[in-house]
């Protein structure tokens, strides 16, 4: 005996003790099992795809353009892995490292290695080759100075902006609507639903005409009734179908799966529903579409529909959407010209070598031989990239896209990234003030979207996966196509969403991270509506 007493135990004061250590081990266990899934992640990107891709010839590890494009390949394979462990729905940056990991560091290094363009006929200096992957490597790192520049920005209020602005239900039903008789109005009138599941030529000649012998649809004069025949088709009836999905998502994370909701899910809304699913596989499938057109479709249904944001789930998106560009889109693309196609299988390094698709880093030298020829454009061809729609009766000079003005060929559509459109315009001043406000751009979006809450609909939870899953677009170019195509979807999300009106006791509320707008959810005058104008209610979750 010591004379100490004892402290007599709770009943249950132990099984209380240990509950929380097993949370820590359990914390523990997830955070090794991440560190290892990043590891191997960064270990497949980084050395064996690399090396698949760079067969037996070891020679080319000599050139300086050599390590750099092997250097790019490993930047990207970083951040890649980086965004694996953290497991945070970095939806925009996530994207744009997938594309540079592909298009420009792992096509270049194979290209380099093998010494061999896609585009045949080119032949570029050393000098050259490592003056483009610089600029490459130098938009990559202004890109991650801008992530650290947006947060030194006074976020909350741009995200509060963002957050108060709600799809509205009844403009997505017209929607719905509007996108469903477009699409079927257009396919009827210009040669019925079998052009649509013919070949993706058949498709556009159907809507373009069919072109003179060995000229390209891209290549007609005239291409304005074929683009707005295009957009008609495929866009209203697709954005029509994922804001409504959206606004389902929101409801249920809201109500639940069960409750009604008025212009979101009753009866009449599911009807509309099926019909916008069953005309999207008319408009929006892989036949007759771009394969980039129809991932961009799949690629934004999926982000709202699989709720990335949680880290699990993230972690199997970023390795699914790394699997589908090495290994599905080489031959996604297989119903150019004839849907009875044989599939050819051709290793990664051939694709990589062979296929024009692939041909970014080609077009980065393609962009620095037309700079030293003709100097900069100092900024026309963003005015013409800003200006696309107006036609040619007003603007006669008006210039073309900037892959074909540098491409120094006709045999193919060729692309320029925003790393050519920045150095053609003004050199590597412009790729650092360009790729510094995307990534402050890019940061914010991710941020908001991280912190946006999933019972509202606001416009940011709808934003961001569709700027993720079009990012490819843009970050491939041509700069001038590139608006045409995606600002119809700026536009009408625009139309479709409305500031909500939040009251008095909303403001009151937002201490405790709930505020209720236009009138009140579970009040006596509020109905059962989300993203609905008027008298009806959207919930909205103020966070900080």
Not at 3 to 30: L, Y
Not at 114 to 128: K, L, N, S, V
Not at 429 to 444: C, D, E, H, N
Request: net charge positive.
């Amino acid at each position: 005996m010591t004379g100490e007493r004892s402290t007599p135990t709770a009943p249950g004061s132990a099984a209380r003790t240990a509950r929380p250590r097993a949370a820590t081990r359990g914390r523990h266990a997830g955070a090794i099992g991440n560190w290892v899934g990043a590891t191997i992640l960064l270990i497949f990107l980084a050395l064996i795809v690399p090396v698949a891709v760079m067969g037996q010839n070891f020679g080319p590890l000599g050139r300086l353009s050599t390590l750099l494009a092997l250097l790019l390949t490993w930047y990207a394979s970083a951040r890649l892995a980086g965004h694996y462990h953290s497991g945070r729905p970095h939806l925009v940056q996530i994207t744009f490292w997938a594309f540079v990991y592909l298009f420009l560091g792992l096509a270049s290094f194979a290209q380099l290695t093998a010494d061999t363009f896609p585009i045949p006929g080119q032949f570029f200096e050393e000098e050259i080759r490592v003056q483009a992957l610089a600029g490459v490597l130098l938009g990559c790192l202004a890109f991650d100075a801008g992530r650290f520049v947006a947060l030194s920005i006074r976020r909350h209020r741009i995200r509060e902006r963002l957050e108060h602005r709600v799809i509205d239900a009844r403009r997505v039903w017209f929607l719905g609507v509007i996108g469903m008789v477009c699409t079927m109005g257009v396919v009827m009138t210009t040669g019925g639903l079998g052009t649509r599941f013919r070949s993706r030529q058949a498709a556009e000649e159907a809507l373009f005409g069919i072109p003179p012998w060995g000229v390209r649809i891209d290549q007609l004069d005239d291409k304005t009734m074929g683009l707005i025949k295009t957009s008609l088709t495929w866009l209203p009836v697709f954005l029509g179908l994922i804001l409504l999905l959206f606004l389902r998502q929101s409801a249920t994370a809201r109500f639940g799966d069960r409750r009604q909701v008025r212009w979101v899910r009753n009866p009449a809304t599911t009807w509309l529903l099926w019909g916008l699913i069953l005309v999207n596989v008319v408009a929006n499938n892989p036949i007759a579409n771009p394969r980039i057109r129809f991932g961009g479709v799949a690629f934004a249904i999926a982000l709202v529909m699989m709720h990335v944001e949680r880290p699990r789930r993230l972690r199997s998106f970023l390795v699914a959407l790394l699997l589908l560009v090495l290994i599905v889109f080489p031959y996604a693309d297989l119903f150019r010209y004839d849907v009875q196609q044989t599939i050819k299988i051709a290793t990664l390094q051939d694709q990589l070598v062979e296929s024009p698709d692939y041909a970014m880093f080609q077009q980065e030298m393609n962009g620095i031989v037309h700079v030293r020829e003709h100097g900069f454009t100092k900024g026309r061809q963003t005015l013409g990239a800003v200006l696309p729609f107006v036609p040619k009766s007003i603007w006669a000079n008006q210039p073309e896209a900037t892959g074909d003005l540098i491409s120094r060929t006709d045999g193919i559509n060729a692309s320029s990234t925003l790393w050519t459109e920045a150095n053609v315009e003004a050199g590597w001043p412009a790729i650092i003030v360009v790729f510094v406000l995307y990534g402050v751009i890019s940061m914010l979006a991710d941020e908001s979207y991280e912190r946006w809450s999933r019972s509202r609909p606001s416009i940011i939870g709808i934003a961001v996966p569709l700027f993720a899953a079009f990012q490819f677009f843009v970050l491939r170019g041509s700069l001038l196509p590139v608006v045409g195509d995606l600002a119809p979807i700026v536009v009408i999300v625009a139309l479709c969403s409305r500031r909500s009106r939040r009251t008095a006791a909303a403001s009151s509320s937002e201490g405790s991270g709930v505020a209720v707008a236009d009138g009140g959810m579970n009040g006596g005058n509020g109905t059962q509506a989300v993203g609905a104008a008027g008298a009806r209610s959207t919930v909205v979750n103020a966070r900080p």
